[in-house]
């Protein structure tokens, strides 16, 4: 069964960073094109970030230039490194594999004004 298991969520101040991880099973990784969602407190699930098989990104407007998604195939593993936190990029954050509604269970991502 395919599964993605996130790990790295907390709390940082404004202006801090964290690294979320998301380690797949069962399912060809190097294959996948991964990405990851948030969402926040009374608000719609919202797409932050992929990274396709061939390394290739895209990030939305939010956190484009703060956060930096990138891969380790051999580890089957997607990270999110984010930085410059602000508290508005406080959520539950998802690991996906796009288009294959495959989801992580999320982690909480908590940042403090």
């Known amino acids: 069964q395919p599964q993605l298991v996130e790990s790295g969520g907390g709390l940082a101040q404004t202006g801090g960073s964290l690294t979320l991880s998301c380690a797949a099973s069962?399912?060809?990784?190097?294959?996948?094109?991964m990405g990851w969602y948030r969402q926040a407190p009374g608000k719609e699930r919202e797409f932050v970030a992929q990274i396709k098989n061939s390394g290739s990104t895209y990030y939305i407007s939010a956190v484009s230039g703060r956060f930096n998604i990138s891969r380790d195939n051999a580890k089957n593993t997607v990270f999110l490194q984010m930085n410059s936190l602000k508290p508005e990029d406080t959520a539950v954050y998802y690991c996906a594999r796009i288009q294959w509604n495959i989801w992580g269970q999320g982690t909480q991502v908590t940042v403090s004004s």
């Open positions: 069962g399912f060809e990784f190097s294959g996948a094109t």
